[in-house]
């Protein structure tokens, strides 16, 4: 057996659901798209972290000669029904801040690369995606996301790991190409609720709900609330709804205990009135593009979630924010979403008491919010 093959043979020992390897060249493909829409993609070409630069492979890191890539399947087991619709699945599961059995699995297969005597180097710069479909492991979806090609039952829930290192191995044949079936109507555009998938295989990262609930500056643009539904925290519409993924959703999967466990602390109620300690602690570690210091972020999404949802039993804890939250964001936000509740007399009450000593963006929401009873 060789090294290709010792390599890929421990990756599925492991339970990686699949393994290839590309060369160390330049993803000219990622440049080439990325640099025709620079308006889209400019906030991952920065100094601190810059995706095009991860592209060129070998132009930084001129030790590499191949890539191997490793398909992490996340969707293992059942996710409680409390989050669903409201935080993505990669990310209730996502082991950066809190090593569990992933990362266990990870760590084993770099130890394996130290027992070959190969070097290796896993950065999360390199274009993770594109790296796969030339490495044979995936194809792509018209909703931008990959899936796998001989493993998950074809299903798009994996997380792509690409590898780099310093052997020579044989590149495996690339899958740059859409798997969809001809008979799909675009399902995934039709349920892109913000517009962000624009045309098969096109998206602007800037108008998707993920992007909007953990890098959008100030307050949510008014436009795009509503089609955010109750999502706080990543979306995973697009792949909901895809008929590639029905085959893997339909299983009767175990449930996850430890994720069930810790679902209440992600009640929409608990996280618009949650303080910093309970973010710190209980909430950032699956949370943590949003920084610690920035609770009002996530107290935001909850109150625009809680709008949407429309239940007026929350009304209590969106007033008692609108009236003592800290962040202008969290308390326009509450403003709005007493407004989408439908003018029920206790919220009006509210928003016409708050409007005397409110200024700035609180004082414009509350005035939306009025006009919207």
Same mark, same amino acid.
């Not at 044949?173 to 349920?191: F, H, I, T």
């Given at each position: 057996?060789?090294?290709?093959?010792?390599?890929?043979?421990?990756?599925?020992?492991?339970?990686?659901?699949?393994?290839?390897?590309?060369?160390?060249?330049?993803?000219?493909?990622?440049?080439?798209?990325?640099?025709?829409?620079?308006?889209?993609?400019?906030?991952?070409?920065?100094?601190?972290?810059?995706?095009?630069?991860?592209?060129?492979?070998?132009?930084?890191?001129?030790?590499?000669?191949?890539?191997?890539?490793?398909?992490?399947?996340?969707?293992?087991?059942?996710?409680?029904?409390?989050?669903?619709?409201?935080?993505?699945?990669?990310?209730?599961?996502?082991?950066?801040?809190?090593?569990?059995?992933?990362?266990?699995?990870?760590?084993?297969?770099?130890?394996?690369?130290?027992?070959?005597?190969?070097?290796?180097?896993?950065?999360?710069?390199?274009?993770?995606?594109?790296?796969?479909? +030339? *490495?044979?492991?995936? /194809?792509?979806?018209?909703? !931008?996301?990959?899936?796998?090609?001989?493993?998950? &039952?074809?299903?798009? #829930?994996?997380?792509?790991?690409?590898?780099?290192?310093?052997?020579?191995?044989?590149?495996?044949?690339?899958?740059?190409?859409?798997?969809?079936?001809?008979?799909?109507?675009?399902?995934?555009?039709?349920?892109?609720?913000?517009?962000?998938?624009?045309?098969?295989?096109?998206?602007?990262?800037?108008?998707?709900?993920?992007?909007?609930?953990?890098?959008?500056?100030?307050?949510?643009?008014?436009?795009? +609330? *509503?089609?955010?539904? /109750?999502?706080?925290?990543? !979306?995973?519409?697009?792949?909901?709804?895809?008929? &590639?993924?029905?085959? #893997?959703?339909?299983?009767?999967?175990?449930?996850?205990?430890?994720?069930?466990?810790?679902?209440?602390?992600?009640?929409?109620?608990?996280?618009?009135?949650?303080?910093?300690?309970?973010?710190?602690?209980?909430?950032?570690?699956?949370?943590?593009?949003?920084?610690?210091?920035?609770?009002?972020?996530?107290?935001?999404?909850?109150?625009?979630?809680?709008?949407?949802?429309?239940?007026?039993?929350?009304?209590? *804890?969106?007033?008692?924010?609108?009236?003592?939250?800290?962040?202008?964001?969290?308390?326009?936000?509450?403003?709005?979403?007493?407004?989408?509740?439908?003018?029920?007399?206790?919220?009006?009450?509210?928003?016409?008491?708050?409007?005397?000593?409110?200024?700035?963006?609180?004082?414009?929401?509350?005035?939306?919010?009025?006009?919207?009873?």
């Amino acid at each position: 057996m060789n090294l290709k093959e010792r390599l890929r043979a421990k990756a599925l020992e492991l339970g990686f659901a699949d393994a290839g390897f590309t060369t160390a060249e330049p993803l000219d493909l990622y440049i080439k798209e990325i640099d025709s829409r620079p308006e889209m993609y400019d906030w991952v070409m920065t100094e601190a972290f810059n995706t095009r630069r991860g592209a060129s492979l070998s132009g930084k890191y001129p030790w590499a000669r191949s890539v191997m890539v490793v398909l992490r399947n996340y969707y293992r087991r059942r996710f409680p029904a409390e989050l669903t619709g409201k935080i993505g699945r990669c990310y209730q599961v996502d082991e950066r801040q809190e090593p569990g059995e992933e990362r266990r699995r990870i760590q084993a297969l770099f130890d394996f690369f130290k027992a070959e005597n190969v070097r290796f180097h896993l950065d999360g710069e390199v274009p993770a995606r594109m790296s796969a479909a +030339r *490495a044979g492991v995936v /194809t792509y979806g018209k909703n !931008c996301f990959v899936f796998s090609r001989r493993a998950m &039952r074809g299903a798009s #829930w994996l997380e792509s790991l690409p590898i780099l290192l310093d052997a020579e191995i044989e590149p495996d044949e690339p899958s740059v190409e859409v798997g969809c079936p001809d008979w799909c109507k675009n399902a995934c555009l039709a349920a892109c609720p913000t517009g962000a998938l624009f045309s098969p295989r096109k998206m602007n990262p800037r108008k998707c709900i993920a992007y909007q609930s953990y890098y959008g500056q100030g307050i949510t643009p008014l436009e795009m +609330r *509503a089609p955010m539904g /109750t999502w706080i925290y990543g !979306c995973d519409r697009c792949q909901e709804v895809c008929p &590639r993924n029905q085959p #893997w959703m339909s299983q009767d999967l175990p449930a996850n205990p430890a994720l069930e466990a810790r679902a209440g602390d992600f009640t929409l109620e608990k996280l618009l009135t949650m303080d910093a300690e309970h973010h710190a602690s209980r909430v950032w570690p699956l949370t943590f593009y949003i920084s610690r210091k920035n609770t009002g972020l996530l107290q935001m999404n909850a109150a625009r979630a809680l709008g949407n949802q429309g239940d007026r039993d929350h009304a209590p *804890a969106l007033i008692k924010s609108l009236n003592e939250n800290p962040d202008e964001r969290v308390r326009g936000m509450a403003a709005w979403a007493l407004g989408r509740l439908g003018g029920g007399a206790q919220a009006v009450a509210a928003l016409e008491a708050a409007r005397p000593r409110a200024d700035g963006l609180a004082a414009e929401e509350i005035a939306r919010a009025l006009e919207m009873r």
